[in-house]
T-cell receptor
Framework: NAGVTQTPKFRILKIGQSMTLQCAQD?????MYWYRQDPGMGLKLIYY???????DKGEVPNGYNVSRSTTEDFPLRLELAAPSQTSVYFC???????????FGQGTRLTVV | DAKTTQPPSMDCAEGRAANLPCNHS???????VYWYRQIHSQGPQYIIH?????ETNEMASLIITEDRKSSTLILPHATLRDTAVYYC??????????WGLGTSLAVNP
């Protein structure tokens, strides 16, 4: 199993550009999450999904969109990049119920 | 969703037990307490979780107070590789993990 795979690992965007952060898991997990982590801070939840076709907002959803068309994939879309979106983005997945979350290695995004 | 608070930093001598405290005084009855750690800026790594009872696995032990308002993560024999930021996390609705600022643990030789 590859676990949770995020691409790209690094990206620099100009203000106003758009991009999609990819996340895929091969563990057949129902729950998937997107977090962002600013320097010296904990993780903040952007969006999450409890299954294919179902998504919901987290703590900081503004400026982002998600979709969940398959169990495996949970892409995060930035439509109009802003400097405030400079951060490290982590995708995670869990099985249903109270079990451990598996995290990807992160995408470092810089908006200039 | 409960908020957790932890000391910002701690030190521990290599080979000794590291005891990391966490306060979660607003936790509700069905919210679990999870511990994760993050080495450098890698993806967080799961350590252990619990609801009411104390838990132990190959990595650590988790001691939860009877009133569930606080817990302690114990690394029984800390090594240099245990140097990391440790997060005490509550699991809210739909298993949304609510993260605090964590404790930066330095294990010294």
């Amino acid at each position: 199993n590859a676990g949770v795979t995020q691409t790209p690992k690094f990206r620099i965007l100009k203000i106003g550009q758009s991009m999609t952060l990819q996340c895929a898991q091969d563990m057949n997990h129902n729950y998937m999450y997107w977090y962002r982590q600013d320097p010296g801070m904990g993780l903040k939840l952007i969006y999450y999904s409890v299954g294919a076709g179902i998504t919901d907002k987290g703590e900081v959803p503004n400026g982002y969109n998600v979709s969940r068309s398959t169990t495996e994939d949970f892409p995060l879309r930035l439509e109009l990049a802003a400097p405030s979106q400079t951060s490290v983005y982590f995708c995670a997945s869990t099985k249903q119920g109270n079990t451990e979350a598996f995290f990807g290695q992160g995408t470092r995004l810089t908006v200039v | 969703d409960a908020k957790t608070t932890q000391p910002p930093s701690m030190d521990c001598a290599e080979g000794r037990a590291a005891n990391l405290p966490c306060n979660h005084s607003t936790i509700s009855g069905n919210e679990y307490v999870y511990w994760y750690r993050q080495i450098h800026s890698q993806g967080p790594q799961y350590i252990i979780h619990g609801l009411k009872n104390n838990e132990t696995n190959e990595m650590a032990s988790l001691i939860i107070t009877e009133d569930r308002k606080s817990s302690t993560l114990i690394l029984p024999h800390a090594t240099l590789r245990d140097t990391a930021v440790y997060y005490c996390v509550s699991a809210g609705n739909n298993r949304k993990l609510i993260w605090g600022l964590g404790t930066s643990l330095a294990v010294n030789p």
